[in-house]
């Protein structure tokens, strides 16, 4: 078994992080992408724990022994698949101590190649948290902004030193951006942010491409510290037309969005109900931002257009609402926002020259 230092571990390629703490433990927090291979269950766990406080240490590793032995088959039969996939594997548990120890040393007595993290989990959390100061991000930020549905996260996903906020949320950071699978939990949220930190890092990147977001995404909050950083960047403004940004949102809001609630409920008539449901609740929630009477005119327009896709089976009767409502309430938002802005403004263009431009900065 060798021990491999945090640092050097998210230098590898390839690589499988191996997870041996209880489920509960891996839910709540987890290195990105780890496999969760528990030695213990969680009853098991808490079982051990209290054997170690009334009768001693001797006695809950016996109780470890007995609850371990009748996995040992199964663990190895996972490790070794695992290990066909990836040229590295990394096991750890919450302090890199007796359970990720005794994991890997068994693996590797009977062939299996892998690597211990040291200090375990509870240092990896502390060594992605610093990833996040400031202080030691080398990258200056490039805030992409633009009102909403000019297709900023589309530019991202193209441009190599972006970090994708949004995604690394799982959440559109608008009123209707939540997704049907749920949002990571703030620590895991925080953590991966981390990992895209780390790996511009890595790859000496001089600029670091992010959008222009609000303190949160969702149910996400942004670290402080990172927020300000960021916020404190050059901006670039995406200039779209109205008719580019309706396109958009249609396309992802409507289109493709029906088809996740379709697949999601593996049933037309239901995924496009729960769709139609999510989106006029979602409106509900704006009335007092709104304002009722043009809440009413937009819910109309949704609903005409709705039943006319129902009966006709057309996407496009959905723009009268979605233009509505990025008159009456996105755009009302962002030039009052824009207008209080004091952030420096290094470039202007539509999406080919702002994709041009974005490029162009290493």
Request: with cysteine; net charge neutral; aromatic share 12%.
């Amino acid at each position: 078994m060798k021990t491999i230092k945090i640092e050097d571990a998210l230098k590898l390629e390839n690589t499988i992080f191996i997870d041996v703490r209880t489920e509960k433990e891996y839910q709540d927090d987890h290195i990105l992408n780890a496999y969760n291979m528990p030695l213990f269950n969680n009853d098991e766990y808490c079982e051990i724990g209290t054997i170690y406080k009334k009768e001693g240490k001797h006695e809950a590793i016996d109780k470890g022994f007995d609850f371990v032995s009748k996995k040992l088959k199964d663990m190895y039969s996972i490790a070794r698949e695992l290990s066909a996939k990836y040229d590295h594997m990394v096991i750890y548990c919450a302090r890199g101590g007796m359970r990720s120890g005794s994991v890997a040393n068994l693996l590797t007595s009977i062939g299996i190649d892998l690597y211990k993290l040291e200090g375990g989990y509870k240092e990896f959390r502390n060594y992605l948290i610093n990833a996040l100061d400031p202080c030691n991000i080398y990258g200056k930020p490039i805030v992409l902004t633009g009102y909403t549905g000019s297709g900023k996260t589309e530019i991202l996903k193209k441009v190599n030193n972006a970090i994708d906020l949004e995604g690394i949320a799982n959440h559109r950071g608008s009123a209707f951006g939540g997704y049907l699978t749920p949002q990571p939990t703030q620590i895991n949220f925080e953590n991966n942010l981390a990992y895209e930190v780390i790996k511009h890092i890595h790859k000496g990147y001089k600029h670091i491409i992010i959008e222009d977001e609000g303190k949160n995404i969702g149910k996400s909050f942004i670290p402080t510290k990172f927020y300000e950083f960021i916020h404190n960047g050059n901006v670039v403004l995406l200039d779209s037309t109205l008719e580019e940004r309706i396109n958009n949102i249609l396309n992802d809001y409507v289109i493709l969005a029906q088809k996740q609630y379709i697949d999601f409920y593996n049933n037309i008539e239901l995924g496009m109900q729960k769709w139609y449901e999510n989106i006029e609740s979602s409106m509900l929630r704006l009335k007092q931002k709104l304002g009722g009477s043009k809440l009413k005119i937009v819910l109309e327009e949704l609903r005409n257009a709705f039943k006319n896709q129902c009966s006709t089976n057309d996407y496009y009767h959905h723009t009268k609402w979605i233009e509505l409502f990025l008159v009456n309430y996105y755009d009302p938002m962002y030039k009052h926002s824009i207008s209080k802005d004091e952030r420096n403004i290094i470039y202007k263009g539509n999406k080919e020259s702002v994709l041009e431009f974005l490029e162009s900065l290493r």
